[in-house]
């Protein structure tokens, strides 16, 4: 899907820019904005290769993020290192992360086939193949170890859906006054859920994945930490069961989490919590890919049941 807000075609400086890092007689053809960010532009640029042949590319942009240099950096890290593994990432072609030579802070990569897929339907095939592929992740082991992780929640800063389980939230909140856990260091995606993932899908059900994407937030940190992201987005897109069914499902793919079950409801509800903040920006893109059932309601009811699952759980 594509967003009709962005500009039609690519901005001056840009398209030198993109233009400089391709072969001499290969020429943009065609732009398409790419629907689904929520902090930056995405287009998929067709190339004319000069042989009768086209390939595409993907250009990733922040107009107005106060991180983006941050954020580039890790990326193009991130995807220089994954280049030959087992994690289908798409690969480096350039970037330019200080704005150095176009218009706003830009990465250029290769396009990686496949869809988000974000259905109801098929749920039950995907969510086993999201846990094999987050266990591969964090099997690398990259030379150049990424910045550990920073959590942003803090105690003082959730927001109680209206309606909630006091009680529940009460207690997690409290939980996550503790101090940081200490943990075995991997490599993190750190923004690993259904939106960042591709599939071929044929049909909802037949789902294949093809691609990982969006390694802007690539840190060093607890594997439970990228494990509980996407349990809380699993619960946020398809219900709180298939939130709870993500922890068991990375574990049978072989995936290693805290040794005791304290540690891991800590992360579990850290980022849990740290959803609250973002329900309203969550939605937006995912009404707009189809789910206009994910209304902010829904969402606040959906993470409300999955908070008081998790602390019922740890009673």
């Not at 991997?186 to 049909?203: C, E, I, K, M, Y």
């Amino acid at each position: 899907m594509t967003n009709p807000s962005e500009p039609a075609t690519l901005r001056p400086h840009t398209a030198t820019w993109v233009t400089r890092h391709l072969s001499p007689d290969e020429r943009i053809i065609t732009t398409e904005p790419l629907h689904g960010g929520i902090t930056a532009e995405m287009r998929r640029l067709t190339i004319s290769t000069g042989n009768g042949g086209t390939r595409d590319l993907v250009l990733r942009t922040f107009v107005d993020a106060p991180r983006a240099e941050d954020w580039l950096t890790r990326e193009s890290g991130a995807l220089t290192q994954l280049t030959d593994t087992a994690v289908p990432a798409p690969e480096l072609v350039a970037v330019d992360p200080t704005a150095a030579q176009c218009e706003y802070p830009s990465l250029l990569m290769t396009h990686v086939a496949g869809r988000t897929v974000l259905d109801d339907e098929g749920v039950a095939t995907r969510v086993p193949q999201l846990a094999r592929q987050l266990v591969a992740i964090h099997a690398q082991r990259p030379a150049a170890r990424p910045r550990e992780y920073v959590a942003m929640t803090t105690a003082d800063t959730v927001v109680i859906p209206k309606g909630a389980d006091t009680t529940a939230w009460a207690a997690a909140i409290d939980l996550i006054r503790n101090p940081p856990l200490s943990y075995e260091g991997r490599f993190l995606h750190h923004d690993f859920q259904p939106g960042n993932v591709l599939f071929d899908a044929p049909s909802p059900a037949s789902a294949r994945l093809t691609g990982v994407v969006d390694w802007a937030s690539t840190s060093c940190g607890p594997a439970d930490l990228d494990v509980a992201h996407c349990s809380a987005v699993l619960a946020l897109l398809h219900g709180p069961e298939w939130g709870l069914r993500f922890t068991d499902a990375y574990e049978e793919a072989g995936g290693t989490l805290a040794a005791t079950e304290s540690e891991r409801l800590y992360w579990r509800v850290r980022d849990a919590l740290a959803s609250s903040e973002e329900l309203p920006a969550v939605g937006q893109p995912w009404r707009e890919a189809g789910r206009a059932d994910l209304t902010t309601r829904v969402l606040e009811e959906r993470l409300d049941a999955y908070v008081t699952a998790l602390m019922d759980g740890a009673g």
